[in-house]
């Protein structure tokens, strides 16, 4: 079932948000400071371009370091990358036949709010 809603995912619009991912993070890593935010936006397209089947967790090494990094990327403004994915996630929740989509918006809100201390499974 995690490889139809994939394909659905990517058709529908899924393959437009890891670009801009993806072009987020290559812009970020321009700098040498940019380059831990750089590389959790591609962390992030990796997850945009196929969300089902996989869940965002929590490292169980996770140090101070992520805590300070995330709470830098909210001071940063990225925060608005969560908001739009919460938006997203209710305006699909509507209908019946968007709840899939919807439960996949809301593991990128929690994965774009702070994403410095999780992974994918």
């Given at each position: 079932m995690s490889i139809i809603g994939n394909i659905l995912w990517f058709v529908l619009g899924g393959f437009l948000?890891?670009?801009?991912?993806?072009?987020?993070?290559?812009?970020?890593?321009i700098?040498?400071?940019?380059?831990?935010?750089?590389?959790q936006l591609m962390k992030i397209g990796v997850l945009a371009l196929a969300p089902f089947g996989k869940d965002v967790t929590t490292k169980d090494n996770a140090g101070c370091l992520s805590i300070g990094?995330?709470?830098l990327w909210?001071?940063?403004?990225?925060?608005?990358?969560a908001i739009v994915?919460?938006?997203?996630?209710?305006?699909?929740?509507i209908t019946i036949i968007g709840i899939p989509f919807a439960?996949?918006?809301?593991?990128?809100?929690?994965?774009s709010f702070?994403?410095?201390?999780?992974t994918t499974k």
């Open positions: 948000v890891a670009l801009m991912y993806f072009a987020a993070g290559l812009l970020m890593c700098t040498i400071i940019g380059i831990p935010f750089g590389v990094f995330s709470v909210i001071l940063c403004g990225w925060w608005e990358i994915h919460l938006v997203l996630s209710v305006i699909f929740a439960k996949a918006h809301w593991r990128l809100m929690k994965m702070m994403p410095f201390g999780l």
